[in-house]
């Protein structure tokens, strides 16, 4: 009898929990999976269904040149766009309008960057930083959708493992531990970074500090990005920490020339990592949850 108490409490509990965050919900949105990017399905300014990839990392929406002449626009500025291999000026709009499926997003100013209108069109643009400040996202890639919480509602109940973060330049840094086989412990500072799809890309500063070339078998290999690209070696890491979530032979990419963040950050994380996992973020509380 009383385990069968326990047992209903325990439904109970569990019926509340998920209520809780049901009630926050404004939008789930299906997704699709491509390179371990994740890609969305939005209206712009109630034009079409256009593809974009969510980017924690990306402190500024982008449009492709293509989709901004069909919206015909007026420039109202101009922006320095960093990349992982350099930096390229892009001209900004303002008044445009994201809609993804209940959710509506605004941001202040988007830009175009000119030389993506050289290459194949892969997508439609990027949303980045501003709209994980407007809603909690909640990143289910085996179900591949997203569901988007308002952040004054949004309560979490669960047992994920809860990482906090500070924000640098808009993007989420959090701790984490690299463990070799050799017992070796490195501890840093990492980007959140949902626009890239390695596990984890290290600057060549942290790699050469650590002769991690010389610690782990490798294999070349190249990053493309703003500015155009960039040679990495191609590694595994036998085991990744954030907080007490652990990801083991995390696949990562050591860049033999340059950094994909500033020092003395040691890296940043991609989706070949988070990909693996629920992800939540919720700036509100400057918080991400792994589940």
């Not at 650590?210 to 036998?238: H, W």
């Not at 989706?271 to 918080?287: E, H, N």
Request: aromatic residues 6%.
């Amino acid at each position: 009898m009383a385990a069968m108490v326990r047992g209903i409490l325990a439904v109970i509990a569990l019926t509340l929990c998920v209520g809780r965050a049901e009630d926050s919900l404004v939008a789930t949105v299906p997704a699709k999976l491509h390179h371990n990017r994740i890609l969305l399905s939005a209206k712009v300014n109630d034009s079409g269904q256009h593809t974009f990839l969510i980017d924690s990392a990306a402190t500024i929406p982008t449009i492709h040149p293509a989709l901004m002449d069909k919206l015909k626009l007026e420039p109202s500025g101009r922006v320095r766009i960093n990349g992982i291999a350099g930096v390229e000026r892009a001209p900004t709009y303002r008044n445009v309008t994201f809609q993804l499926g209940k959710a509506t997003y605004k941001p202040r100013r988007v830009a175009s960057i000119p030389s993506e209108r050289d290459h194949s069109r892969r997508r439609d643009g990027v949303i980045g930083s501003g709209f994980f400040e407007t809603f909690v996202v909640e990143i289910r890639p085996k179900e591949k959708i997203v569901k988007l919480h308002s952040p004054t509602a949004f309560e979490y109940r669960g047992k994920g493992e809860i990482v906090p973060f500070r924000l640098r330049e808009e993007i989420p840094v959090v701790d984490g531990v690299i463990e070799l086989k050799d017992g070796a412990t490195l501890k840093g500072e990492f980007e959140v970074d949902t626009g890239c799809d390695s596990g984890i890309c290290l600057g060549e500063h942290f790699v050469k500090e650590y002769s991690l070339l010389e610690k782990l078998s490798s294999k070349a290999s190249e990053k493309f990005g703003v500015g155009g690209s960039v040679d990495t070696a191609d590694v595994k890491i036998p085991r990744f920490r954030l907080g007490e979530k652990e990801f083991k032979d995390a696949q990562s990419d050591l860049f033999l020339d340059g950094s994909p963040v500033d020092k003395p950050l040691a890296g940043h994380i991609g989706m070949g990592v988070l990909g693996r996992t629920v992800v939540i973020f919720d700036y509100s509380r400057k918080r991400i949850i792994l589940e």
